[in-house]
């Protein structure tokens, strides 16, 4: 029978918070970073209060819970932000078991200490196993470099990117700026979050990424490991020596602890800096040196391909296709969905009960981490079924299959979750039927965004500007396809 989690409050208010051996000044829930661990049974009721300490509006948003749209904590859409001193009672469901996490969804919030982990366990579940351990990524620059809104202010303010922080894992440049820490459950390596178990014991870890604008190569020392869970939803278990984990994304994994202490690496991948932990099993084992360089991180990669979703989570065939095209304009800071901005968004409109197939069309110069609210998806490639998700990374010039199965009406957030390029305006709706009206997106601009829906059995364009039948449809976005790396240049800062 499903356990309802047990009440807790969330108190958001300006902290001072410890990375190890620097103390910070940042908003978080509490005194600690990250927030409280809230723990469930799938089928079972979460209960929340949010209490607003801080000086500006905030919310809860619950990342790749499938949720009563009125608790989803996304303002404008269908709650407005809590003022300061104000309260808030989340109460929702929480229908699948896995690994999720909260943050705020008000501006750059989400790059401050406003996030935790939410663990949904399975009431059966499969998979056997003697102890778990939560590991949450971030990158971290509040109360050292600024605030988070000073550096969306910096960016915003030129047209040029730091065309040095690139990976060809993912395409080119990664990412906006370099953050000064990058932390494992809120500790620098030079204060490592140290998991102590024994050896020989089968461990199943839970790895978030909570960062702003930071990918992660994760591996763990001394061993392999079987992914299998990505995004809280099961897949047919893999073995790797590495897996990359976007902002947004969750991968969960099994492995058999061998003794001595082992360096829980996450790379900041293409930025040459990572996180770092310690695994250790034996007491008098050295601990590992934090620079130390891991075989491991250069082995069997996982790739998306790898990934099955279990027969079970299989969805329905699409009856029809609509393209998302991802774009940059010229400014250099203005990422466009359907070359609309969240100002006025690309609607995407969907009718319940139906399965549409997005095709997510990337012709900007950058990867983004898309995570859609409210649902889940089934990636699909040429050839292979492919994982349950709810966020997916896409490169540069790529296009991806995603099929959504519409069966939690409202009006949705889809966007990227670079933090960064979601405030520079890559944000665009789900919803379901003709636009409500009078809805206004408080928090990240304006919403407001024309309506678009296509025909079924074929590709029926671009969502965002057309009627039904996909007359009016929008063009792939011209001006991201012409631009080129020369365009997408910050100059290295010195």
Not at 96 to 104: A, K, L, N, Q
Request: with cysteine.
């Amino acid at each position: 029978m499903a356990r309802p989690a047990r009440g807790v409050t969330l108190r958001a208010r300006p902290a001072s918070v410890s990375l190890g051996r620097r103390t910070v000044s940042t908003w978080a829930y509490g005194e600690s970073l990250p927030g409280p661990r809230i723990e469930a049974t799938a089928g079972g009721i979460v209960r929340a209060r949010l209490v607003n300490d801080l000086p500006a509006p905030t919310t809860v948003h619950w990342h790749g819970i499938r949720i009563d749209p009125r608790m989803d904590g996304a303002p404008g859409y269908t709650q407005q932000a809590t003022r300061p001193g104000g309260t808030f009672d989340y109460v929702f469901e929480v229908p699948d078991p896995g690994t999720y996490f909260y943050h705020s969804h008000v501006g750059m919030q989400n790059d401050r200490g406003l996030y935790g982990p939410l663990i949904v366990e399975d009431p059966r579940e499969p998979l056997g196993y003697d102890e778990e351990f939560t590991v949450v990524l971030d990158d971290w620059l509040d109360g050292i470099s600024g605030t988070p809104d000073d550096a969306l202010a910096r960016l915003n303010a030129s047209t040029e990117h730091d065309d040095t922080l690139r990976s060809d894992l993912l395409g080119g440049v990664v990412g906006e700026l370099v953050h000064p820490y990058h932390l494992v459950n809120g500790r620098t390596p030079d204060a490592p979050a140290v998991f102590t178990s024994r050896p020989g014991r089968l461990v199943r870890f839970r790895v978030i990424n909570a960062a702003a604008d930071t990918p992660f190569r994760v591996a763990l020392g001394g061993h392999r490991i079987a992914i299998t869970h990505t995004d809280g939803f099961p897949c047919r278990p893999v073995t790797v020596d590495t897996f990359l984990i976007g902002m947004g994304e969750r991968y969960d994994f099994l492995v058999r602890l061998g003794p001595g202490a082992f360096p829980l690496v996450a790379e900041a991948e293409g930025k040459r800096a990572r996180a770092f932990a310690v695994v250790r099993t034996t007491k008098i084992a050295a601990t590992p040196n934090r620079n130390v360089r891991l075989p491991e991180l250069d082995g069997r990669i996982l790739t998306y391909a790898d990934l099955e979703a279990r027969g079970s989570d299989e969805l329905p065939r699409p009856a029809r296709r609509v393209t998302v095209t991802l774009g940059m304009r010229p400014s250099g800071n203005e990422w466009t969905m359907n070359d609309r901005l969240a100002n006025d968004p690309m609607r995407l409109r969907v009718e319940r009960g139906e399965t549409i197939r997005i095709v997510l069309d990337n012709q900007s110069p950058m990867w983004h981490p898309m995570h859609l609210h409210g649902h889940t998806f089934q990636l699909r490639g040429t050839g292979w079924g492919g994982p349950r998700k709810d966020t997916v990374n896409i490169k540069p010039r790529e296009r991806l299959n995603i099929d959504v199965k519409a069966d939690n009406p409202g009006e949705w957030m889809f966007h990227c979750h670079n933090l960064y390029h979601q405030e520079q305006g890559m944000m665009g709706t789900f919803g379901y039927g003709p636009p409500p009206a009078g809805v206004g997106h408080g928090g990240h601009g304006g919403h407001g965004g024309q309506d678009a829906r296509g025909g079924r059995g074929r590709d029926s364009g671009h969502a965002g500007h057309g009627g039904d039948g996909g007359r009016g449809a929008s063009r792939p976005d011209k001006s991201a396809e012409r631009a080129d790396s020369r365009r997408h240049r910050r100059k290295p800062k010195r």
